[in-house]
Structure formats: structure tokens, C-alpha cells
């Protein structure tokens, strides 16, 4: 896996100025099929969640939950201002998925 420095990261932005790069971290306990994504900037975590759903192995009485710096965000804010809020020094939004059983 190539990690990104700064400067490089900054040229990233600048060349993909309407996405924002997102992370799923690896505390986070659903099984996904890719951890990276660059999402448009104006896309709602809502959005993002039914998006994220297509692609995780859950069981239909598994619900999942979405943190972000271990609160769990409005899923009426965009991308945009979460990354604004919560970005961190290597310039990914880090995200933690944890899943819950719905009935018991």
C-alpha cells in the first residue's frame, strides 16, 4: 500500500477538488471489501451510509453504526464539513464501522 506524504496529498486534493478522501479504519468490526474512497464533497454521510451498506457483509438483523472521532455524526451532514471537523495529520477523514445486533 503507497502512503501518501503531505505534499503529495495536498497535489491530490488540488488535482480532485470536488472528493474528499475517506478512510474505513481497521477497528472497525464489519467486513468490507475496500477501505479507501474518494467521496464528493457535497454527498451526506446518510448518503454515504446506504452506499457503504451495498457493499458490507451484514446479517438483515444487523444494524451498522458509523463513527467518527468516536462520536456518531448527524447522517444529515455533508462530507464536507465532517472532514472540515474531524480530518486528521495525514489529511484522510478516518472512519470506524461497528456493527450491532437489531433484535437482541
Excluded: C, Q, W
Amino acid at each position: 500500500m503507497k502512503i501518501l506524504s503531505i505534499s503529495s496529498m495536498d497535489e491530490f486534493l488540488r488535482r480532485h477538488p470536488n472528493r474528499l478522501p475517506v478512510k474505513i479504519d481497521e477497528e472497525s468490526d464489519v467486513g468490507i471489501d475496500r477501505r479507501k474512497y474518494l467521496i464528493p464533497r457535497e454527498m451526506t454521510l446518510g448518503n454515504f451510509i446506504t452506499y457503504l451498506r451495498t457493499r458490507v457483509d451484514l446479517e438483515p438483523h444487523e444494524a451498522m453504526f458509523v463513527l467518527i472521532g468516536g462520536i456518531l455524526p448527524p447522517i444529515s451532514s455533508t462530507i464536507e464539513t465532517l472532514y472540515i471537523e474531524h480530518v486528521a495529520e495525514d489529511r484522510l477523514l478516518h472512519i470506524v464501522l461497528k456493527k450491532e445486533n437489531t433484535f437482541g
